[in-house]
């Protein structure tokens, strides 16, 4: 040893978690101690066990950097991926963890499409515009309590994309808001619109979430599916999507949202379009309404 050196942290793995773990234990926040805690152990686990090279370490940091610089108020990257990771399906289904032993409605994650000042449109209004191609389709809707009250005055929120497979901020060819709304439930907990019968997408590959699906041999479709986000008093927020249960990737979302009994027949109405029925059950609590993604 150079005659001049002076003895620093043991120069070995476990040493260094435990220096920087210590380093975490003055955060004042409680929650952010336990959460930055267990994010470093694992951190440092993963990192050990598949033998992390500080060139992978440059890619990883790039990689991060370019979801941050694809992310705009026109797309969110972020969001896209905790969604292809599976993160965004585990928190929701951790999140409505006693909702769900309750018999509360399965939640799906709220994705990157869902604006801001959806147009409030009177319950057996239309949310897709007159040239909007398609089988029709209509939508009847209950919002009840878990314990099966129904809940008035709740506001539902709904999105789908087109016959085409494009939300209309993804296509030029929809005017504003098309095939988006907000309701407001009924005395008895009902809304109810027509609409087109919507087709599976696939997700945004323009950027790295692309780049990694097509690393990992992976299809972007998401089966076709309307999202719901219902907001009542005294309940928790709840979103969640009802999917096409014979479109080809039913079984396949590249995001794995279709979960549980979310999956639907889209029952024929005999006059050549189709009817969906759905009860949303929601769980008392506190309400507090996510952000919106999209202006
Ligand atoms: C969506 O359902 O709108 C969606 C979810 C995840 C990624 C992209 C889109
Ligand atoms: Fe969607």
Redesign the pocket.
Known sequence: MDAHAVTGLPAEPDALLHAVLRANDGTDNARLREVMGSLLRHLHAFAREVGLNYRELEQGLDFLVRIGQATGPKKHEG??LA?ILGLATLVCLMDARDSLAEGGTEPA?I???WRDQQPLRANGSRIACANTPGAPLRVNGRVLSLDGRPLAGARVETWQASPKGL?ENQDPEQPQMNLRGRFETDADGRFWFDSVRPAGYP??IDGPCGELLAAQGRHPM?PA?L?FLVVAVGHKVLAT?FFDAEDPHAMDDV?F?AVGSLLRRFEPDGEGGFRLDVELRLEPGETRVPHCPLP
């Open positions: 969001i896209l969604d994650l994705g990157p499409f939300y997700v945004p998401r599916h999202h999507q995001v949202g």
